[in-house]
């Protein structure tokens, strides 16, 4: 890619031609997307994670050194965010598996007769309370865990960001473990 360009597109962005960054994005787009794709495994994913790369970069592009590649200080965001999302995930795989061990040890600390009803009287609260969600609710749900949708795939049918799906499950999971909890008559 020309350089010059680069940087006289940077200096026109910072000297207040903000509709110049669409310029710069258009130029680098491309490169950024292939590198991203080639780091993560969902398309989703990859397309959130190139979006926040040059949301990041046009917060910071006063910072930029026009001395230095653009593209290899896109780069450089994009490897950064990518880095940050994988983190994300293994936080929230390490997470989900933290609360499999413990689901199963409280079943295991109840007396056998009492796990069987436990269980039971659980899922039958799980079913009612599921039957009440709204409509919006139970196909999100559905295409999560009925479906086995990946959290990206579930945000692309929705037509929502990857954060708001994610923190729409976790809204919709409370309101489920609340009901649950409200319903289940442990003894």
Same mark, same amino acid.
């Given at each position: 890619?020309?350089?010059?360009?680069?940087?006289?597109?940077?200096?026109?962005?910072?000297?207040?031609?903000?509709?110049?960054?669409?310029?710069?994005?258009?130029?680098?787009? =491309?490169?950024?997307?292939?590198?991203?794709?080639?780091?993560?495994?969902?398309?989703?994913?990859?397309?959130?994670?190139?979006?926040?790369?040059?949301?990041?970069?046009?917060?910071?592009?006063? @910072?930029?050194?026009?001395? #230095?590649?653009?593209?290899?200080?896109?780069?450089?965001?994009?490897?950064?965010?990518?880095?940050?999302?994988? #983190? @994300?995930?293994?936080?929230?795989?390490?997470?989900?598996?933290?609360?499999?061990?413990?689901?199963?040890?409280?079943?295991?600390?109840?007396?056998?007769?009492?796990?069987?009803?436990?269980?039971?009287? =659980?899922?039958?609260?799980?079913?009612?309370?599921?039957?009440?969600?709204?409509?919006?609710?139970?196909?999100?749900?559905?295409?999560?865990?009925?479906?086995?949708?990946?959290?990206?795939?579930?945000?692309? #049918?929705?037509?929502?960001?990857?954060?708001? @799906?994610?923190?729409?499950?976790?809204?919709? =999971?409370?309101?489920?473990?609340?009901?649950?909890?409200? #319903?289940?008559?442990?003894?």
């Amino acid at each position: 890619m020309d350089e010059t360009a680069d940087q006289l597109l940077v200096a026109a962005v910072l000297a207040g031609d903000c509709e110049r960054y669409a310029d710069l994005v258009r130029r680098h787009h =491309r490169g950024v997307c292939r590198m991203v794709a080639q780091l993560l495994s969902h398309r989703h994913e990859s397309d959130e994670v190139v979006q926040d790369v040059f949301v990041t970069a046009y917060r910071s592009l006063a @910072t930029f050194d026009t001395t #230095r590649s653009f593209a290899g200080w896109l780069h450089g965001i994009a490897r950064n965010q990518v880095l940050m999302r994988l #983190r @994300t995930q293994r936080r929230a795989h390490r997470l989900l598996e933290e609360y499999r061990v413990e689901a199963v040890r409280e079943l295991d600390d109840s007396d056998a007769g009492d796990a069987g009803h436990v269980r039971d009287e =659980r899922h039958s609260a799980l079913q009612r309370c599921q039957e009440e969600l709204s409509p919006y609710a139970a196909e999100v749900i559905a295409l999560r865990y009925g479906q086995g949708l990946d959290l990206g795939e579930v945000a692309a #049918r929705l037509g929502r960001s990857l954060d708001a @799906t994610r923190q729409l499950l976790y809204r919709i =999971r409370a309101q489920l473990r609340a009901c649950v909890e409200a #319903r289940a008559v442990v003894r």
